[in-house]
């Protein structure tokens, strides 16, 4: 509970700290469930830090504990985290394997949470590959298993992803309904655990510079309070966009470098992609383009599947 209450606070050594002597005990003490549960939150704790490896390494072993002592509960509410910490590592088709099987899973034993994260994430990570039309019916039912739970935090997230849908289907307007509602539920209920990516996402949609730095202010000022990777991983790939999209190219670099420092522990493929297509596109609009480094960013975007971050480097290509 206190690791859970350090996680949610930003205090991330100090959340693994407190889950490695919830391990500890849990051997001590010969239970296989508290061991298995001291293993999900080592995961969420490495998560949290953005060292994607050792989470799936924690995963690993909580999932072996479950599936040889027959804790389908931890298992169905840990497995979907395969898919969400995978993407980041390798091809986004390899995770939405995993999330199906998780969505299985967690459907065989009525596990509603489960189910709910393995659909939202499914949602998120189809947006990336482009496939808009496919992710209508995961994103969906994620916000219908929200709902019924009553998870603001989960509808929040939801509508998110239906605003990057929009946004990548060209539909501005309705993009910035959904954003609306999402922003609107934080303020509510606590704007931190989601806030630098509803920020950076509502940046993109700014109409003039002056616009786009109050938003990216803000998400900033959350991040130095305390992030998790999620919010700052994908808070600098969305500023990049929205810098470029307002012409402050230095501005635009400087968040490919701060989410190449926040790697540097634990280099991640996803992050090296958009760190590298950041520096690719801004050398492109001060009139120096280099068509091998384009070539070579390109062919990575396109390896790990994140199609929807491919066509402005292949529009420099043409």
Not at 13 to 22: G, K, R
Not at 156 to 177: F, I, K, N, P, W
Request: with cysteine; glycine share 8%.
């Amino acid at each position: 509970y206190r690791g859970n209450m350090a996680f949610a606070a930003g205090r991330f050594e100090e959340c693994l700290e407190l889950h490695n002597q919830t391990l500890a005990h849990a051997r001590a003490a010969g239970d296989p469930e508290w061991e298995a549960s001291a293993q999900g939150g080592l995961l969420d704790a490495e998560y949290a830090r953005g060292h994607m490896r050792s989470a799936l390494a924690n995963l690993d072993r909580c999932l072996a504990l479950c599936r040889e002592h027959g804790l389908l509960h931890i298992e169905a509410r840990n497995s979907f985290m395969a898919g969400v910490v995978g993407r980041y590592l390798g091809r986004q088709s390899a995770a939405i394997k995993e999330l199906e099987a998780a969505s299985a899973l967690s459907d065989s034993i009525q596990d509603v949470r489960g189910a709910m994260f393995a659909h939202l994430i499914n949602g998120e990570i189809l947006i990336d590959m482009a496939q808009f039309a496919a992710a209508e019916a995961p994103l969906q039912r994620a916000l219908s298993f929200a709902r019924s739970l009553g998870n603001r935090r989960i509808e929040l997230y939801v509508l998110y992803e239906m605003s990057r849908r929009a946004l990548a289907q060209g539909r501005d307007a309705s993009a910035g309904e959904h954003l609306h509602k999402a922003i609107g539920i934080g303020r509510d209920t606590g704007i931190r655990f989601h806030g630098p990516r509803l920020f950076a996402l509502r940046a993109r949609l700014a109409k003039d510079g002056d616009e786009c730095g109050k938003w990216l202010a803000e998400g900033e000022e959350l991040l130095r309070d305390g992030a998790n990777a999620h919010n700052v991983l994908w808070f600098h790939r969305d500023a990049i966009d929205a810098c470029f999209a307002v012409g402050e190219l230095d501005r635009a670099r400087a968040h490919g470098d701060a989410m190449t420092a926040f790697t540097i522990d634990d280099p991640l493929p996803w992050a090296d992609f958009f760190a590298a297509r950041c520096h690719a596109l801004a050398d492109c609009a001060e009139g120096r383009p280099d068509r091998a480094v384009l070539e070579q960013v390109c062919v990575q975007g396109r390896e790990l599947e994140l199609a929807i971050a491919v066509p402005e480097l292949e529009a420099q290509l043409n």
